[in-house]
Nanobody
Framework: QVQLVESGGGSVQAGGSLRLSCAAS?????VGWFRQVPAKGREGVAA????????YYAAHVKARFTICQEVAKATVYLQMDNLKPEDTATYYC??????????????????WGQGNQVTVSA
């Protein structure tokens, strides 16, 4: 069983920064960040292969978002810079035990955090 506890998020003006944290426990190897707005499906933002630290990014956040981990704390972070109003969403971290295929596809993940709201005002 994998448990994920998220923290961070909040409100910021466009151009600002926020950091999300995902503290994980259990047996997992891939951690991903996803976001969702009402009436839309979840979309992949970034993912990290925690055993080798290799990151994956969606094209529309690459160069603005950074995913990284602090191994000693079993925590994966999503640093979000130069935020835009269209980044407003509920952000979720997720984990799966194996498989690097489709790291940004929500249905590939078995375990999910509770979600945190990120609001970016113009």
């Amino acid at each position: 069983q994998v448990q994920l506890v998220e923290s961070g998020g909040g409100s910021v003006q466009a151009g600002g920064s926020l950091r999300l944290s995902c503290a994980a426990s259990g047996d997992y190897s891939i951690v991903g960040w996803f976001r969702q707005v009402p009436a839309k499906g979840r979309e992949g933002v970034a993912a990290l292969a925690t055993r080798n630290g290799f990151p994956y990014y969606a094209a529309h956040v690459k160069a603005r978002f950074t995913i990284c981990q602090e191994v000693a704390k079993a925590t994966v972070y999503l640093q979000m810079d130069n935020l835009k109003p269209e980044d407003t969403a509920t952000y979720y971290c997720a984990a799966k035990k194996w498989g690097l295929a489709a790291p940004l596809v929500p249905n590939e993940y078995n375990y999910w955090g509770q979600g945190n709201q990120v609001t970016v005002s113009a």
